[in-house]
């Protein structure tokens, strides 16, 4: 009886939001607990991008997915506060929103998998390196 007590009690404060483990976040988990920056990152929402996925223009900002983004505390036309951030090393990183759009303004449901279909899912924060990369 105590194992079947002490289980139903820990599984009760799993789901009890800021009580039990962590969720995982994997290679993303500072983005995550950064407290300027959390707002970016959902369970799976973000990742390291590979090489070619961002371009930094010669007129300032980054190019991804279509969506132009200014250089590090910028802000984009419209936006409170910047979407824009240091990397914690010499990669690009961006987090997304993942809900897939079915038709504007309808969603399907279904939360895309970054891992493998980042390519035209909206930018909500962009993580460039720091010093020149």
Known sequence: ???????????????????GPAQAHGAAAWIAANPETQFCCGVRDCRSMPDGAVTHLNQGGYLINGQ??????????GDAFSHVFASKDSHYWACFSTWIETEPGGYAGRVADVETEWQGLQVRCLFVPAIGF
């Open 1 to 19: 009886m105590r194992t079947l007590t002490a289980f139903i009690v820990g599984l009760l404060l799993g789901l009890i939001p800021g009580v």
């Open 68 to 77: 132009h983004f200014p250089e590090i505390g910028g802000m984009r036309e």
